[in-house]
């Protein structure tokens, strides 16, 4: 859960109320595109849509702090990246051990997404998945493997689901289109 940021208090100040609605829709319009890469992308951004950088960063964290954005992250193209296969794998954890297992999972520098889904029985009987890229196949295997042993999960069921196919990778849609 994000925490707000004391230094953009969202309680002391709304800087979205000092932006007019057209600058609120172009900084909305301009995040789904993400961040320019730059040296100071806020600046960058900004000077694009006729705002200051104090002005995006603080209205950003508004937005975070009252949960209008819920996540604001990056979208890492691995492959780009020199890893060429990633792998959901998919756990049946005990459902008393589920959240304790995923905040490991999340510590874990080889995972590189978790989250907890509901089961869909009898078909679907797992109920944790993360997310791990390795350079090849084995490397992915290997990664896994050395979670099995580290936490001890050999009896616990699991599956590897492998990429076939890599979809458009982009971050939210919030801007009301025109």
């Given at each position: ?46 000077n694009a849509i006729g705002l200051q950088e104090s002005q995006v960063i603080e209205t950003i ?118």
């Amino acid at each position: 859960m994000n925490q707000p940021n004391p230094q953009f208090s969202s309680y002391d100040f709304d800087p979205s109320t000092t932006l007019s609605s057209h600058q609120k829709q172009s900084l909305r319009a301009a995040l789904e595109d993400g961040l320019p890469l730059t040296p100071t992308p806020y600046r960058t951004l900004g000077n694009a849509i006729g705002l200051q950088e104090s002005q995006v960063i603080e209205t950003i964290q508004h937005w975070v702090d009252t949960g209008f954005i819920k996540r604001f992250g990056l979208v890492v193209r691995h492959r780009e990246l020199g890893y060429k296969a990633n792998a959901m794998v998919v756990w049946n954890i005990p459902d008393n051990q589920v959240d304790e297992m995923g905040d490991m999972f999340k510590q874990a520098p080889q995972v590189t997404l978790c989250y907890r889904r509901p089961r869909r029985l009898p078909d679907w009987p797992y109920n944790l998945f993360c997310m791990i890229h390795g350079q090849d196949r084995g490397v992915v295997v290997a990664e896994v493997e050395r979670l099995v042993e580290q936490y001890s999960l050999h009896d616990i069921p699991r599956a590897l689901l492998f990429s076939k196919q890599r979809f458009k990778q982009r971050g939210a849609h919030f801007a009301c289109p025109h």
